[in-house]
């Protein structure tokens, strides 16, 4: 589901937890662990600043009262970009992982995208990571690879491996 803005501060407990479990799995997602509650909400306001401000949609999975998967559709600002967006932040909780939850809410964020006009959107991961596998069986295309590109939860840099999607969108022009 897209959370609105309220729903979204609602669940920030959740959000954090979420994500602090996501830090703790290993996954390069921005953050070295150990990442304290306060920090992970402190981080879910900057989200809540950006879905204010129009930039941003946040797509989640909640069970139970719980949110066990979210991702994010970071829109971009600049005049020549706005057709384009970027498939940011997808976690799935260690608990609810190979139920196919991360491959819905991609295409729920798709949906959301191209209601709002955008054509292509770009994504990328850690290469070995679960992600790119989950990237590489969605079908999209992988356009190249950085070496050193961010730093592991252990401490070394990894390389990152980038991919877009074109989405069809027969609403926009293309010039
Ligand atoms: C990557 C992640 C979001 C996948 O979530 P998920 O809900 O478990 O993924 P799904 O169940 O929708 O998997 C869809 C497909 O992706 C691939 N895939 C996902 N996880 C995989 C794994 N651990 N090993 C191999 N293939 C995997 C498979 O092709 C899978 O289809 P299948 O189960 O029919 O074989 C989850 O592992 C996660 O949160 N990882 C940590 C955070 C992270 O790395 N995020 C990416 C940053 S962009």
């Given at each position: 589901?897209?959370?609105?803005?309220?729903?979204?501060?609602?669940?920030?407990?959740?959000?954090?937890?979420?994500?602090?479990?996501?830090?703790?799995s290993?996954?390069?997602?921005?953050?070295?662990?150990?990442?304290?509650?306060?920090e992970?909400?402190?981080?879910?306001?900057?989200?809540?600043?950006?879905?204010?401000?129009?930039?941003?949609?946040?797509?989640?999975?909640?069970?139970?009262?719980?949110?066990?998967?979210?991702?994010?559709?970071?829109?971009?600002?600049?005049?020549?970009?706005?057709?384009?967006?970027?498939?940011?932040?997808?976690?799935?909780?260690?608990?609810?992982?190979?139920r196919?939850?991360?491959?819905?809410?991609?295409a729920?964020?798709?949906?959301v995208?191209?209601?709002?006009?955008?054509?292509?959107?770009?994504?990328?991961?850690?290469?070995?990571?679960?992600?790119?596998?989950?990237?590489?069986?969605?079908?999209?295309?992988?356009?190249?690879?950085?070496?050193?590109?961010?730093?592991?939860?252990?401490?070394?840099?990894?390389?990152?491996?980038?991919?877009?999607?074109?989405?069809?969108?027969?609403?926009?022009?293309?010039?």
């Amino acid at each position: 589901m897209v959370l609105s803005i309220t729903e979204a501060e609602g669940y920030v407990a959740s959000l954090a937890e979420l994500l602090m479990d996501a830090v703790d799995s290993g996954a390069s997602i921005g953050f070295m662990p150990p990442l304290e509650p306060a920090e992970a909400a402190a981080y879910w306001r900057t989200v809540f600043d950006a879905m204010r401000a129009g930039e941003r949609e946040l797509i989640a999975v909640v069970e139970g009262g719980v949110v066990i998967g979210a991702v994010q559709l970071m829109c971009e600002g600049r005049a020549n970009g706005r057709h384009r967006a970027e498939a940011g932040k997808l976690f799935v909780h260690r608990r609810a992982r190979r139920r196919g939850l991360a491959r819905a809410l991609l295409a729920e964020l798709e949906r959301v995208a191209a209601n709002r006009g955008i054509t292509l959107l770009l994504m990328d991961t850690r290469k070995g990571g679960e992600a790119e596998k989950l990237c590489d069986s969605l079908g999209y295309t992988r356009w190249g690879e950085v070496p050193e590109y961010a730093r592991s939860t252990n401490g070394e840099l990894h390389t990152t491996v980038f991919y877009y999607r074109c989405l069809v969108n027969t609403n926009v022009p293309k010039q």
